[in-house]
Nanobody, 115 residues
Framework: QVQLVESGGGLVQAGGSLRLSCAVS????????MGWYRQAPGKQREFVAS???????NYEHSVKGRFTISRDDAKKAVYLQMDSLKPEDTAVYYC?????????WGQGTQVNVSS
């Protein structure tokens, strides 16, 4: 059974930092591209960041320079370090594991950034 479990969300003031974690089980983790997505109230889910098995990282434009994605293949975990948070970063953040045609999602963790 595949499981992706996010943690680390919470309430933070603008300018603050949070570190999200995603613990993965049930897949051969090292083969997967790992990603983070987010969904704000009333909006569609959007891409935030991804990191391939070869360690190529991609970021959505608005988070570039503020967020850092990393992974630990031995621990089967992916992380999102979020610095200089802004109120517009408020959303539910979802962990994603993907290797075509397989695509798995976590249940999400809420991040609230107050102004």
């Amino acid at each position: 059974q595949v499981q992706l479990v996010e943690s680390g969300g919470g309430l933070v003031q603008a300018g603050g930092s949070l570190r999200l974690s995603c613990a993965v089980s049930g897949i051969i983790f090292r083969f997967y591209t790992m990603g983070w997505y987010r969904q704000a109230p009333g909006k569609q889910r959007e891409f935030v960041a991804s990191l391939t098995s070869g360690r190529t990282a991609n970021y959505e434009h608005s988070v570039k320079g503020r967020f850092t994605i990393s992974r630990d293949d031995a621990k089967k975990a992916v992380y999102l370090q979020m610095d200089s948070l802004k109120p517009e970063d408020t959303a539910v953040y979802y962990c994603n594991a993907r290797v075509s045609p397989l695509d798995y999602w976590g249940q999400g963790t809420q991040v609230n950034v107050s102004s």
